[in-house]
T-cell receptor, first 111, second 113 residues
Framework: TQLLEQSPQFLSIQEGENLTVYCNSS?????LQWYRQEPGEGPVLLVT?????EVKKLKRLTFQFGDARKDSSLHITAAQPGDTGLYLC???????????FGEGTQLTVNP | GAVVSQHPSWVICKSGTSVKIECRSL??????MFWYRQFPKQSLMLMAT?????????EQGVEKDKFLINHASLTLSTLTVTSAHPEDSSFYIC?????????FGPGTRLTVT
């Protein structure tokens, strides 16, 4: 089984601060996805990274895929209360039949 | 992105009754559907994977006779929680995968009293 470890598990910061969430594995993934989930809703796909070393930007969010395709990071600049939510990384298992999820990072941005 | 719906969005039932949750892919055909369970502030736990027209594959520790899954068409899968008990109370999320990718439903909050 391919495992994804996310850190930190919980993060509470003030509006305007920067933060980084990490997603690490000892296994190689063909791609990794990042989702954000708000209470009472399903996860919403933010980005998919496919190429080793790839960097994608989504407004104040920057996603990076490690060169070896074993890890990824999500960096948020100048966090806002609207960024509050559960952030999940996920990657397809080698068999391709299902997604492996990280444990999630619960982010709270205080005004 | 593609749309996946779930119905109902929340349900309260009495212990011992059965509850059916529907998952539909609204604008694409889903060859595979996944059912997850999620506890507060935790990640998603895969319960089972179903392919249209065949029996679902359950994850270890998930009782197939308790959580009945039917994937009768390329746009509909159902999860029936039979003889529900308070410990079955949780947030159930479906996900549908087709050629357009994999998308998640909005979830169903089940409370068993």
């Amino acid at each position: 089984t391919q495992l994804l470890e996310q850190s930190p598990q919980f993060l509470s910061i003030q509006e305007g601060e920067n933060l980084t969430v990490y997603c690490n594995s000892s296994s190689v993934f063909s791609s990794l996805q990042w989702y954000r989930q708000e209470p009472g809703e399903g996860p919403v796909l933010l980005v998919t990274v496919v190429t080793g070393g790839e960097v994608k930007k989504l407004k104040r969010l920057t996603f990076q895929f490690g060169d070896a395709r074993k890890d990824s990071s999500l960096h948020i600049t100048a966090a806002q209360p609207g960024d509050t939510g559960l952030y999940l990384c996920a990657g397809p298992e080698t068999s391709g039949s299902r997604l492996t999820f990280g444990e999630g990072t619960q982010l709270t941005v205080n005004p | 992105g593609a749309v996946v719906s779930q119905h109902p969005s929340w349900v309260i039932c009495k212990s011992g009754t059965s509850v059916k949750i529907e998952c539909r892919s609204l604008d694409f055909q889903a060859t595979t559907m996944f059912w997850y369970r999620q506890f507060p502030k935790q990640s998603l736990m895969l319960m089972a994977t179903s392919n249209e027209g065949s029996k679902a594959t359950y994850e270890q520790g998930v009782e197939k006779d308790k959580f009945l899954i039917n994937h009768a068409s390329l746009t509909l899968s159902t999860l029936t929680v039979t003889s529900a008990h308070p410990e079955d109370s949780s947030f159930y999320i479906c996900s549908a995968r087709g050629q357009v990718g994999q998308y998640f439903g909005p979830g169903t909050r089940l409370t068993v009293t």
